[in-house]
Nanobody, 119 residues
Framework: QVHLAESGGGSVQAGGSLKLSCEVS??????MGWFRQAPGKERELVSS???????TYADSVKGRFTISRDNAKNTLYLQMNSLKTDDTAVYYC???????????????WGQGTQVTVSS
């Protein structure tokens, strides 16, 4: 069984940066991603990276967030720069991202890490 453990969340002022990490208990040969869920909103896919290193970003984070994957360390990262108050959410690491009815989902989830951006 694969386990995901996020770290790196916290509180930051708008314009600041945070880097999230997700340690994977063992290598898995499938795409990974970061989702987020803000209070009262649906969970959304922020960024994903496939096994072939094809990367996607939500329009709202393009140019500010960077996803990367270190297979040697079994770790997924999300570098978040120029943070906005709208980025406040619980961020979830996920593995084996897939689409169902056009909606991104994942097979394996981390426990989530809170990111709070204040003005």
């Amino acid at each position: 069984q694969v386990h995901l453990a996020e770290s790196g969340g916290g509180s930051v002022q708008a314009g600041g940066s945070l880097k999230l990490s997700c340690e994977v208990s063992r290598y898995i040969n499938c795409g990974m991603g970061w989702f987020r869920q803000a209070p009262g909103k649906e969970r959304e896919l922020v960024s994903s990276i496939s096994v072939d290193a094809i990367i996607t970003y939500a329009d709202s984070v393009k140019g500010r967030f960077t996803i990367s994957r270190d297979n040697a360390k079994n770790t997924l990262y999300l570098q978040m720069n120029s943070l906005k108050t709208d980025d406040t959410a619980v961020y979830y690491c996920s593995a084996c991202v897939y689409y169902s009815g056009g909606r991104p989902l994942a097979t394996i989830w981390g426990q989530g890490t809170q990111v709070t951006v204040s003005s």
